[in-house]
């Protein structure tokens, strides 16, 4: 399985690639990027609530500091068009058009365990 370039914007992109060809690739990096942030979790609720906007098709994540200095991501909802949802058009209760500001979130948990935190019965799946 081979990655193609993206070139249009759709809920569809993205696709599972199994347990193998997962660690292939977190292994790759890993011993590339030995002291890079290894992972990032997100909670469910801010996922929702950036892909609830009306349009929103998917996800941009960007590479960032934080206050902190630390690494972090950045992540905004996108159009159809390709376009970072900074602002969003609705209906209010009185049936017109407004513009409000898109959701643009940070806030991740990095993990010191690079992933290693898993339930006991997965232990070595994800060793290298």
Do not use: H
Not at 77 to 86: R, S
Request: proline share 2%.
């Amino acid at each position: 399985m081979v990655q193609t370039k993206q070139t249009e914007f759709t809920a569809t992109v993205g696709e599972e690639i199994g347990l193998e060809l997962g660690a292939q690739f977190i292994s790759a990096y890993r011993k590339t990027n030995p002291t890079d942030v290894m992972s990032y979790y997100v909670g469910r609720n801010i996922l929702e609530q950036v892909l609830a906007q009306p349009g929103c098709v998917g996800m941009r994540f960007y590479n960032a500091y934080n206050e902190a200095g630390e690494k972090t991501l950045v992540y905004v909802g996108v159009t159809a068009e390709g376009a970072d949802m900074l602002n969003v058009t609705t209906i209010n209760t009185t049936g017109q058009l407004e513009t409000q500001k898109g959701i643009v979130a940070d806030r991740v948990k990095t993990d010191p365990t690079g992933g290693k935190n898993i339930s006991t019965t997965d232990e070595n799946w994800w060793e290298f």
